[in-house]
Structure formats: structure tokens, C-alpha cells
């Protein structure tokens, strides 16, 4: 068995994607039996332009005008035994939106996300470290039908698989997670995955903390829907046939760095940006999480 590494980054990765479920990534590396990790969270994210169906538009207006989201967030997560973990985050969102869709901003509690995760496999030499999750989201108290929402409004359940393998004692190692959604039938369901690499540089300025880097892909997609200003889009007719009724796709190329002390606590910079989409905006966008664990074995 191979010795296992520092987590490499936060256990909770969030990402601000505007009009769908909060992207929310979690570590195939589960916490200790009687861990308890409390990790604050916030995104910026910012946009000017936009896909309409899969054609890009923009600017939003004259001026440089520009679509900006902030989230809030505490991610809480707890090694319940060994080989399984609770999770649950909870948080607040506001979005100023432009003149141009005709009202000043829009704000509430986010969606809130819980699961619980178990670990099939140890990582070894060859296998990678395994883990399946069972989630679920509970819609957030904004309103959902204005355009580029903080979300679909959408109550919703979904299973992912997530690995992690480690290289030797190169520091280097992949990441990733494939999963599905099902959703409250206003809002289509929708597949998730992500993939990654990392290196760990570990000794920094003792011999138990470490620096990571990393970088990835995410790809975010509806199964259905509608596109803006395409057959059937009508707002004016409720959401199940406006914004959250969207066929949306985000693909996005995301990095991070991030420091782990010798208390075990890690702070972590995040920046994605979007490469591509359908009916979502081409988003950049920031974040920083502060990890901090408590107990265990």
C-alpha cells in the first residue's frame, strides 16, 4: 500500500455557473473516522458575453457592462467511520444583473447540497482510490425565472463516482468524478464530470506542510430543454418554460493553488474560465476556501 498523500486541495470545490445547480466537486479523499472539516467559501464570477443557443453574443451592452455573481458558502464535512463521509454546504448568492435585463440584482440562500460518500477502494501501486457519492439539492429562495439566476430553482438528487491516484512518491497525481442529476420537472436533468492533474510539493517551510497545484477540466450538461429565445422559451409563462427549463452546457478549464499547514489546514485560490457553453454565460471566475479540520483519529 502506498502512503497517502496531504489532501491536495479543499474538499469542497465550488464553482459559481450561474442558472444551474451549484458545480460542487467533492474529494474522492474522505475525511478521517471523527473528522470533522468545516470549510468558508466564497466565488466571484463575471461575465460580458453570452451563448444563445450554442452562438455567442455580446457585449451585454455599451459600456463594458458586465454580469457579476458572489457566493457565500460553509461546507461541513464528517468522517462518520472508516470508508464513509457526510457532507453538507449551505450559503447565500447574489447576482447584480445589468440594465439590460431590466432589474438591479437578485439574491437569497443558494442551493443547499448534502451527501455521503463511501470509498470502494484503497489506493494501491496500480488501482487509484475510489469512492461513489449519493447526493441531493435543495432549491435556494431566489427567484429562478429571471435571466442568469444563482440557480434553476430546482430540488434534485444524483450519484457520482470519484477517483484519486497518486504517483509514486513523484507528488504528482489525477483527479476527477462522472455523475447524473435528476431534477425538479421544470428543469431538465443533467450530467456532470471533471478531470484533473496535481503536484504536491510537500516541505515548504517544515516537514509536514506542503503547496499544490493543480489544474482540470469541468463539463457541466442539461439533457434537455429549451434555448433562449428558441422554440417554446417564454419566461412570461412560468419556469417550466423559461430560464431553468434551459438546455445548458458549461465546459470550463479550472486551476488552483493551494497551501497546507502543519496544522493540516488548507487555503486554496481558484480561477476557471469558461471554453465553451449553450445558453450560459462565458464566465470568469475566482474563489477561495479555507479548510479547516477538527479531530479524528
Known amino acids: 500500500m502506498i502512503k497517502r498523500i496531504q489532501r491536495p486541495f479543499a474538499p469542497a470545490v465550488l464553482l459559481t455557473l450561474g442558472a444551474c445547480a451549484g458545480a460542487h466537486a467533492q474529494s474522492a479523499w474522505l475525511p478521517a473516522p ?76 443558494a442551493d443547499s447540497i448534502l451527501g455521503i460518500r463511501y470509498q470502494l477502494t484503497e489506493e494501491t501501486d496500480v488501482l487509484p482510490l475510489i469512492a461513489v457519492r449519493l447526493g441531493g439539492v435543495i432549491a435556494g429562495s431566489y427567484d429562478e425565472n429571471t435571466p442568469f439566476a444563482p440557480g434553476d430553482g430546482a430540488n434534485a438528487v444524483d450519484g457520482s463516482l470519484l477517483f484519486a491516484k497518486t504517483f509514486g512518491d513523484s507528488g504528482f497525481g489525477a483527479y476527477g468524478d462522472i455523475g447524473y442529476r435528476f431534477r425538479d420537472s421544470h428543469a431538465p436533468d443533467e450530467f456532470f464530470g471533471s478531470v484533473g492533474v496535481f503536484k504536491q510539493f510537500s516541505g515548504i517551510f517544515t516537514d509536514s506542510d506542503a503547496i499544490t497545484v493543480s489544474a482540470g477540466y469541468r463539463h457541466i450538461q442539461s439533457t434537455s430543454g429549451l434555448d433562449i429565445m428558441g422554440p417554446g422559451f417564454d419566461p412570461g409563462a412560468g419556469a417550466g418554460s423559461g430560464f431553468p427549463a434551459l438546455k445548458e452546457i458549461n465546459q470550463l478549464v479550472e486551476g488552483a493553488i493551494g497551501y497546507t499547514d502543519v496544522g493540516g489546514r488548507h487555503y486554496q485560490f481558484t480561477i476557471a474560465k469558461s471554453v465553451d457553453g449553450e445558453n450560459t454565460g462565458d464566465k470568469l471566475i475566482f474563489g477561495f476556501a479555507v479548510s479547516l479540520p477538527f479531530g479524528g483519529e
Open 34 to 109: 471523527g473528522q470533522f472539516v468545516s470549510t468558508p467559501a466564497f466565488t466571484y464570477s463575471t461575465f460580458d458575453e453570452f451563448w444563445v443557443g450554442d452562438t455567442k453574443v455580446g457585449p451585454l451592452k455599451a459600456g463594458d457592462e458586465s454580469l457579476d455573481q458572489l457566493n457565500v458558502f460553509l461546507g461541513l464535512e464528517y468522517g462518520i467511520m472508516d470508508r464513509l463521509a457526510a457532507d453538507v454546504t449551505v450559503g447565500y448568492t447574489q447576482v447584480g444583473s445589468t440594465d439590460t435585463f431590466g432589474n438591479s440584482s437578485e439574491d437569497g440562500l
